[in-house]
């Protein structure tokens, strides 16, 4: 008579022994797990106080890493052609350096003439209003009303005087000045190194299962994040000419820099088109003699943002690109709260490069790890049992 194990196709059972040192093994990788998650929502909520306050180390490694992600196939093109790494290196950076120059000072020259008209702007809004005031008294009436019962108190006010725009411009100077000068610096060196920084993680590997998953990884985060850049570089491009056209059109001043300030602002989710909309409510309600003409700009931009973000981005993306709406306003804010406006404009690279590694490393089950599931898709304990 043929015993279990004999049986063709039966599986063969497991020992009451071998069942409790599975389960023994579950329950503390289970808790290895768990400490590991813990530890990384601390780091999570510790990392922002480090960042800020060491921001003159950090925020230019940061930002040259970003850009050596983003240079390094320029650069590669550039050898390919026969032309030597270190000077392939230096002409990436400088064109890049060139280009952003050349769209900042497109904006720059003409808001500096523009910014002297806000308060001309700001007083023609204000008689704007006061027409409307007139049938809006109810509004006044029960704001002195609601201040009666409040009882405000009328007395002096002490106002401490702070530093004036020139000098927090002064004592800003300085440090805005060698974070750019270190980030260049560390750009140009990582770019400079990036052969020889690939020859280390592919052959400096004792297994070549390693190797080729080191030179997955490297490949997949910079063409994910340079193809994202350039895309949406392209696509914003088109957004900046189509404004500028629109601007002339509608007779606006310097047409130029509305074009060119969309295209910038449009590189930031969902808040720089905000604040697109905003300016260019504040300029039409400001410069019109009628309100509804005025909010023409405005209305005209909000209209080829919704196309555009809705219908041309995701078309041209595709689904490879695609990101969780909330991870890129957590990573918008996230960033913006430790590096302000730079940190802003970094959150969207740093979460394709984060997507990235984590595709390849694994992404974590978190939602079904509370209700008992392991926490990474590939359980050790299964390949373990297969053996």
Sequence with gaps: MKTPTQVKGQEKPQSPVRKQAMTFAAQELRLISALVLLLAVGLFLA???????????FLPLVTAIILTILLSPLADRLASWGVPNFIASLMALLLFLAIVSLALTVVLRPAVTLFDEVPAMIARIGEHFSHLKGSMQWIVRLNEQVAGIVGAESGQQVVLAGPSMLEQLAFATPTV?????????????????????????????QQVDSSLKAARVMREVQDRVAAYILTV????????????????????????????????????????????????????????????????PAAAYLGLH???????????LGARFTMNPVLILLALSYFSWIWGVTGALLSVPILL??????????????????????LFATNILELADED
Excluded: C
Aim: charged residues 10%.
């Design 47 to 57: 990392l922002p106080f480090v960042l800020s306050i060491g921001a003159i180390v």
């Design 177 to 205: 000045v060698l974070e750019i000068l270190l980030t260049i610096m560390l750009a140009f060196f990582m770019i400079e190194a990036r052969v020889r920084l690939r020859r280390r993680l592919l052959l400096q590997r």
């Design 233 to 296: 570089g392209l696509i914003n491009l088109g957004v900046g000419v189509i404004v500028a056209l629109g601007a002339w059109a509608l007779g606006m001043d310097a047409p130029v820099m509305w074009g060119g300030l969309a295209a910038l602002l449009n590189f930031l989710p969902y808040i720089g088109p905000m604040i697109m909309i905003a300016l260019l409510t504040l300029f039409g309600l400001g410069t019109a003699d009628v309100p509804l003409i005025g909010l023409i």
């Design 306 to 316: 919704t196309v555009e973000a809705n219908v041309i981005t995701p078309s041209v």
């Design 353 to 374: 490069t984060l997507t990235a590694l984590v595709d390849h490393l694994g992404k974590p089950n978190l939602i079904g790890f509370l209700f008992g599931e392991p």
